[in-house]
Every structure is written in structure tokens, then in C-alpha cells.
Nanobody
């Protein structure tokens, strides 16, 4: 059974950095889009960033461009989200998700698998 396991969340002060990781286990696919979504308390799910192993394409939400960077280690089936210059509005549960055989996009409805999330709290 495919599982996505997120890690790296925690409490950080505004202006600080965190690096999230998501590892796919029992995952035999080589071409997929792997994305980060987040949901803040009382708000809708928001696409944050995505990377496709098909062509290396990436996608970012405008709210995180120039602050967050997505990368991957395909051999380890792991994707990372380096988050810099964090703001209080970045506080949310961050979820990892996969869309098989896809190019990079931030459409949650197209994702095939989801992790359980990791909490990021940014204190002001």
C-alpha cells in the first residue's frame, strides 16, 4: 500500500526557516507529480508547490514564490520543501500528495495519494 510520510514540521519564529520532507513508501512509480498543500485553521486547502519527475517542471503558489523551494531525491522517492522567510500566515498543516504520470500542477482534486500532514507553526 502506497504511503506518503511527511516530516520536518514544528514551531519557528517569523523570518525563520524549516525544511519539510515527504517520503513515498511501497511506491513503484517513476513518473509522477508530487506536491505540497496546506490548510490553515478555518481556511480551505491551498496548493503550495509541486514538482514533476516527468520533466522536472515545478509550480508554486504566488504566496510562496521566492521564499519556498521544492526539490527531490528520486532514488529515495523523497521530496523536500525548503521554507525560508516564514510568516505567521504560513502556519498550517502541510500535506504531501501525488498525482501519477502528471506534470507539475496544484489541483488537489487530481491527486491520487495523500499523506497525513505535518504541522508548521510560525510565531510572530
Amino acid at each position: 500500500e502506497v504511503q506518503l510520510v511527511e516530516s520536518g514540521g514544528g514551531l519557528v519564529q517569523a523570518g525563520g526557516s524549516l525544511k519539510l520532507s515527504c517520503t513515498a513508501t511501497d511506491f513503484g512509480f517513476d513518473e509522477y507529480a508530487i506536491a505540497w498543500f496546506r490548510q490553515a485553521p478555518g481556511k480551505e486547502l491551498e496548493g503550495v508547490s509541486c514538482l514533476s519527475t516527468r520533466d522536472g517542471s515545478t509550480a508554486y503558489a504566488d504566496s510562496v514564490k521566492d521564499r519556498f523551494t521544492i526539490s527531490s531525491d528520486n532514488a529515495k522517492k523523497t521530496v523536500y520543501l525548503q521554507m525560508n522567510s516564514l510568516k505567521s500566515e504560513d502556519t498550517a498543516v502541510y500535506y504531501c500528495a501525488v498525482d501519477l504520470w502528471a506534470f507539475a500542477h496544484l489541483d488537489a482534486a487530481e491527486m491520487n495519494y495523500w499523506g497525513k500532514g505535518t504541522l508548521v507553526t510560525v510565531s510572530s
